[in-house]
């Protein structure tokens, strides 16, 4: 990415989803946008069915977002889609990284791939964060390593990582 680049659309912010003239940003506007432009069943559920699953996965979202703050700052997605390299963890950073470690064993139940026994968002977005250490180089607790390897490996994710790769060169 060019040092000048401010992101895509009206908040010049990423993610963006661009979908023929339509471009919208924020992540959970483009999850919501797209589990109501391509509903089940006709295209793949994004979010769980059980109503009580699906208002959690939303919540580990909002979570991800708003109290990992140092990670984010010290680990931000150039890291993971370009291979940039930061300076070790601060105080703050290897804390917030204490508090995702805490809160991913707690939610992943031993020996499930997934959050709620099938994949949805929320499984990448929380594959995301960890990835954001993993593929840094600082250390992750095993179990979640490999849950973000796991999770990086869908086909989904694949195909975005390379169209991101594409676009940024």
């Excluded at 989803?17 to 471009?23: P, R, S």
């Excluded at 699953?53 to 370009?82: G, Y």
């Excluded at 954001?132 to 975005?160: C, I, K, N």
Aim: proline fraction near 6%.
């Amino acid at each position: 990415m060019q040092p000048t680049w401010q992101g895509y659309g009206q908040t010049r912010r990423v993610p963006l989803l661009q979908i023929d003239d339509f471009e919208l940003s924020e992540s959970s506007a483009i999850a919501e946008y797209l589990e109501d432009r391509f509903a089940p069943p006709t295209w793949e559920r994004i979010y769980p069915l059980d109503l009580e699953n699906r208002a959690r996965a939303r919540q580990i979202q909002a979570w991800l977002r708003s109290d990992l703050m140092p990670i984010r700052e010290e680990r931000p997605t150039d890291v993971v889609f370009a291979g940039a390299k930061k300076a070790p963890l601060t105080a703050e950073g290897k804390a917030s990284a204490e508090k995702l470690f805490a809160m991913a064993e707690h939610l992943l139940v031993l020996g499930q791939p997934n959050l709620f026994g099938e994949w949805c968002i929320a499984d990448t977005d929380l594959a995301l964060m960890i990835n954001r250490l993993v593929l840094h180089g600082d250390e992750v607790p095993e179990r979640l390593v490999d849950y973000a390897t796991f999770q990086w490996q869908r086909a989904s994710v694949q195909r975005f990582i390379a169209l991101s790769a594409k676009q940024s060169g």
